[in-house]
């Protein structure tokens, strides 16, 4: 069973490389968009408003290459600002039609209980469940998979997961049994161990996320707090 689970979390972490790589390309390619638009298309079109004002000022007949410079400056400065604007049009649909399917809360804790080969039945989901709201589902799965096998090295059972959506904000808070009162630093110790994890930071980094908790005696509430829900 441990060999199956490190296979499943092989091949989780490999699906999560490729969805920052892709994440990452995208952010890169926005940037370079916006770049183009402001640092091109914008001087473009001054350019061209300036070489008009400069053809209109120009009347005299010893002056004929001064007005077909002007008039070439205008008409090149036209097709540059003309294609720029279209890349960036055309950037912005390409951008447009990668985005995702969404998936929802409920197919969300679903699927990640049933990858971490925990019943369903024996867990109570809690909170909307129904808002569909996230695309990288393989970031959501591979963050509560590191989180709860972290938390078995303090022998947390996991009793229930409350998701609550707002806006582009969404907050998982984990509940669970401890088989014996826990001092905060053994629990601040766990949790620093999984951010410094190199993978584990980089999806946090992603979605934004923040880990924090509660505790009582025998009770753990560990909550994550995304700020940037993948949507």
Known sequence: ME?????????LQRQVEMSLLFINLKAEYKSLL?????????PLSYLKFSSEILQS???????????????VISSSTTILSDQAKQLVTEGKSILHLTGLPKTSLIELMTSSLDLLKIDEKSI????????????????YH??????????????????SIEVMPCKKDLKITLSGDLSQPLDDTKID?????????????????????K?????????????????????
């Not at 591979?142 to 009793?159: P, V």
């Open 189 to 209: 110790i766990i949790i620093n161990d999984l951010k410094h994890q190199p993978l584990v930071d980089s999806v946090l980094n992603a979605m934004q996320a």
């Open 142 to 159: 591979y963050l509560l998979f590191s989180l709860i096998k972290e938390l078995t090295k303090i022998e947390f059972q996991l009793i």
């Open 34 to 42: 916006n770049k183009v638009s402001h640092d091109l298309a914008s």
């Open 57 to 71: 000022q120009i009347g005299s007949k010893n002056q004929e290459d001064l007005i077909e410079t002007g008039r």
């Open 124 to 139: 109570n989901l809690k909170g909307n469940l129904t808002a569909k709201i996230v695309n990288f589902p393989e970031l």
């Open 3 to 11: 060999e199956e689970n490190q296979l499943i979390f092989k091949n």
């Open 211 to 231: 880990i924090n908790y509660t505790k009582t005696l025998k009770l753990l509430c560990v909550e994550v707090v995304l700020s940037k829900a993948m949507s």
